[in-house]
């Protein structure tokens, strides 16, 4: 959820972190029936829409009131906690059932094209500089230029062997990586996908207007902090170092050691 909200150089994650937690703990989950502030506190708290709704008095009753007793505290908590877990079990075989079904009909031909899943990729394709769980999960799409049998399936008729195992694709050039890959890490891909496909990393534009005043590139870095053992932070000191000046300017500054009080 956090990747649909950073911007294309990832780096302002942190300012979405609260409101994505919060909106994960508060979404009823399908797989259990309940959401985990339900599972872990026994009710839903407000959130910033009830409070901006004309109805949030009595929502503010149904979510929050009339918690019970210690005991019916406990009997309600098990009694969720026992849905819980018979529903996650369902769940998870549904899910198992799905995943065999959908995984083992796939099969493309030749000029079909596919996703390929962006976990198996090598730092050779994928940005180095971009966290990897803020990227996009699927990279593509690339066309099927040849399929792959196992030496089983290549014993048995044609029209009797099933789909194949793996299949060559055609890869961007400056992907220097294998250009094989096995069926289970591909997914087929269907027109429109890509209308609403995860931005790709911006380089840094060469001119940055902020306020109507362009931003300068930094040349060099002219003073660190340092903190010294057995002071606190606010006894830090700036350590300054300045390019000297020909001599007969009067600007000339040498390396300089100011203490912050």
Known sequence: ??????????EDWDLYTTNVEFAINDSRSESTGFTPFELVFGFS??????????????????????????????????????????????AQQRQRE???????????????????????????????????????RWHGPVPVTERFFSDMQMTMPEADRGAPVAYRLRLPPH??????????R?????????????RDHL?????????????AHVERILARRVRFVNL?????????????????DVSNVAVTLLKLG
């Not at 959820?1 to 990832?10: G, H, I, P």
């Open 1 to 10: 959820m956090l990747r649909s909200f950073v911007d294309a150089n990832v």
């Open 45 to 90: 708290p407000l959130s910033q829409l009830d409070l901006f709704l004309e109805a949030a008095q009595s929502t503010a009753g149904r979510r929050t009131g009339g918690v019970g007793t210690a005991h019916e505290v406990a009997a309600k908590f098990s009694s969720q906690l026992r849905d819980a877990r018979q529903r996650l079990e369902l």
């Open 98 to 136: 799905q995943f065999d079904r959908r995984h083992g009909q796939r099969e493309y031909a030749v000029g079909d094209l596919v996703w390929i899943e962006a976990k198996h990729l090598t730092e050779k394709v994928m940005d180095r500089s971009i966290c990897r769980k803020l990227t996009k």
């Open 175 to 184: 992907w220097r990586i294998h250009d094989v890959f096995a069926q289970h």
């Open 186 to 198: 591909l997914k087929p891909y269907t027109s429109g996908q890509d209308a609403f496909a995860a």
């Open 203 to 215: 380089a840094v534009p060469e001119e940055v207007v902020v306020d109507g005043q362009k931003e």
């Open 232 to 248: 606190n932070k606010r006894e830090c000191a700036w350590k300054h170092k300045f390019a000297t000046k020909p001599l007969g």
